[in-house]
C-alpha cells in the first residue's frame, strides 16, 4: 500500500463520520441548504477560500500554493434523492421519503477527505477548485454552476469526477476515454381528446387509447432505426391519465427518459418522437404538445486527460487495481456539460455486490473513502507538481 493511501486510511473514521452526517440529513436537488453550510464550514476551518450559493446551492473552495500557475478541477456531488430508503444501521436517513441512495454523501466525503489532506500538507504547486455540486439528479446542477460563471470566477485548466458503481469490484478504478455515459432527454407528451361518459366512448375523442397506440409505437425508434453499434433507450416511465374507471378523460400525459450515446443519434431519436408523436395524434384525431426538457449531452471523456488519470491511479493503488478501457453506460452525468467547456476526465470506483444506485437498499461502502481520497490528492500532487 503507497503511503499515501495510508495516510488516507488512517483518517478513514472521520470520513465516515462526515458521510454518515450527510447521509442522516439528505436534501434533494437545490434543497441542499443544510448539506453547502456543513461542506463549507469544514472547508473555511481548513484555510480554504469558500464561494457559496454558485448556481444555487452549489459551492467552490479555492486553494493556491507556491508560484504555479496551473488550475485544476475536481467535483462532488451533494444532491440526494426522493427514494425512501430500506437500509438499518446508525447513519440511516432521517428525512422520510428523501435518501443518499446514490451515494452522492460518499462522493462528498471523498472529496473532504481529500481537501483536508491537500489543506495540512500543502505539497502541491498551483491552485485547487474544489467544485461541491447541487442538482445532479436532474441534471441542473451543473449547467446552474456554469450560467452562473464557475470557470469565469474560478479558472481552472481542467476538471475531473467520480462516480461509485455498484456490481464493479469494490475500490478498483475504472477509466474511458471518449463517451462514456449518454445523454438524457426528459420529455413530456400531452395528448388532448374529448372527455365523455365512460359507457359513450362514440362520444369521446379518447387520449388513453391514443396514448396506448403512442406507447407502443415509440418503442420502434430504437429497435428499427438505431444500428446495433449504437446504443439509445426510449422510456416511457409514467402515463398519467383520468381518475375514474367510468370517465373517459380529457389528456394523457407521456413521461419520457430518452438516452443516446452518440450526438447523431440523439438527433435521429428525437426527431423521431417527434414525427411519431405527431403522426399518432392525427390518427387518433386528439391534439398533442411535446414539452421539450434542458437539452441532453454526451459524457466525452479527453483520451490524453483520461489516459494519465489512469497512470496516477495505477502509480497509487497498483496495476491490478486499474481497470482501461472500464465500462460505459446508458445512465447519464451532467459532468457531461464540464466537459464541454473544460478537458478532463470522469472515472468509476467500484461499489462492488450492491444493490444497484437508485435502489432503496442500496448503501455506500465506506471502504471506499480512503481509495476514492488518495486518488483525489495524487491527482493534485500529478497535475499541479
Known sequence: MSTLLNALTADQEQMKAWRHHMHQHPEVAFEEHNTARYIADLLRGWGYEV????????????????????SIGLRADTDALAVQEMIEGGHKSTIPGKSHTCGHDGHSAMLLGAAHYLAHTRAFNGTVNLIFQPAEEIMGGAVAMIKDGLFERFPMDAVFGMHNMPTLERGKLYFTAGPVMAAVDNWEIVLTGKGSHGSMPEKSIDPVVAGASLVMALQTI???????????????GAFLAGDAGNVIPQTATLRLSIR????????????KVRAITAAQAASFGVGHEIVEGPPGAVLVNDPVQTAECADVARALLGDDQVVMPGPTFMGSEDFAYYAQHKPGSYCFIGNGDTPMVHHPMYDFDDRNLPVGAAYWVALVQHYLK
Do not use: F
Open 51 to 70: 464561494t457559496e450559493n454558485i448556481g444555487k446551492t452549489g459551492l467552490v473552495a479555492r486553494m493556491s500554493c507556491g508560484d504555479g500557475k496551473k
Open 222 to 236: 430504437v429497435s428499427r432505426n438505431v444500428g446495433a453499434k449504437d446504443s439509445a433507450v426510449v422510456t416511457v
Open 260 to 271: 443516446s450515446s452518440a450526438p447523431e443519434t440523439r438527433k435521429l431519436v428525437l426527431d
